[in-house]
């Protein structure tokens, strides 16, 4: 069993198992759809994985901060990211508060953020998740 914090308001649907395979065999745009989805999460579980196993706690604070701004999603808009504290930054990726702080304000003393009028994420923020 895992758990989630939602950001924002959230509704979520329970479907019995039985339920979901006959609505897999019978309705093919949600088989195709739910395979879709359980590929990607695969995929972001496995760099989530990596990510956890290789990178430093400054990187993948990095890392989350562009994904919560939807860096590299060119169909969507750059948006401010949603309120989150640097507590559940911290949860999210394996570390204390007091660091997510510390490399949060290294992060907005070099530019990569701004709080005004919400946290923004510089794109240039990658150079941090791509240097050695």
């Known amino acids: 069993m895992g758990s989630a914090t939602a950001t924002t308001d959230t509704t979520i649907l329970l479907i019995e198992k039985d339920q979901m395979a006959r609505l897999l065999h019978e309705e093919h745009a949600l088989s195709d759809r739910f395979i879709s989805h359980m590929l990607a999460r695969n995929i972001r579980i496995e760099q989530d994985l990596v990510d956890q196993l290789f ?74 998740v791509l240097h050695d």
């Open 55 to 128: 990178n430093s706690s400054e990187k993948r604070l990095a890392r989350t901060l562009l994904l919560l701004a939807r860096y590299g999603q060119h169909d969507k808009p750059v948006r401010p990211v949603l309120p989150v504290t640097q507590e559940t930054l911290a949860e999210m990726i394996g570390t204390t508060r007091s660091r997510v702080n510390f490399f949060m304000k290294k992060f907005q003393r070099l530019g990569f953020i701004d709080y005004t009028d919400g946290l923004k994420v510089n794109n240039s923020l990658l150079t941090v």
